[in-house]
Every structure is written in C-alpha cells, then in structure tokens.
C-alpha cells in the first residue's frame, strides 16, 4: 500500500464514462436520462521503476466491478466512516 495524493477532475467536464471491467454506462450526461452513478477512474504514467516507462494508463470501474476487485486484495483497502470523512473537510 501506498501513500497518493488526490487528483481532483471537475465533473461536468466528462461527458461519457464506461466500465472498463463489465462495459456498463456509469457516467452519461449526453442521454435524456442522464447516468451519474460513481466510479473508480485510475490515471497512471508509469516511471523508469518499471517495465512500461513513459506509458500511461486509464481506466474505470463501476462500483459493482470495483466490489469484486477489493474482496480479491490480500491487504484489506483502509475504509473511513461517513463521521470520518466528516473530519477531513477543510
Ligand atoms: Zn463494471
């Protein structure tokens, strides 16, 4: 597990977003009803400390998917309660 700081991406900017594990629509404000479910999206450049430096990669998980990949994890994802999350607000 790593430490990472948190990429912020202005939402209305994105227009479609499609699960990359199971092709389902999460993000779709182009339809009449629009698809605004939340989903995992990972950006990652690779560095010289790999096999793929220079290539970046992406790709998104609906919540579904997202469930079935953590439970695979042998070190447990560090979880933090609603009351939690309130303590990190500015
Ligand atoms: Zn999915």
């Known amino acids: 597990m790593i430490s990472h ?18 092709g389902n629509t999460v993000w779709d404000v182009g339809q009449k009803i629009a698809v605004r479910a939340d989903f995992l999206s990972v950006n990652m450049l690779w560095s010289r400390n790999s096999n793929k ?20 994890f042998k070190v447990p994802i560090t979880t933090a309660t609603p009351t939690d999350a309130e303590q990190f607000k500015d």
Do not use: F, P, R
């Open 53 to 72: 430096e220079g290539q970046e990669d992406h790709w998104d998980l609906c919540e579904e998917c997202y469930d079935k990949l953590v439970l695979q």
């Open 5 to 22: 700081s948190k990429i912020t991406v202005d939402a209305s900017m994105i227009s479609k977003v499609e699960c990359n594990m199971c």
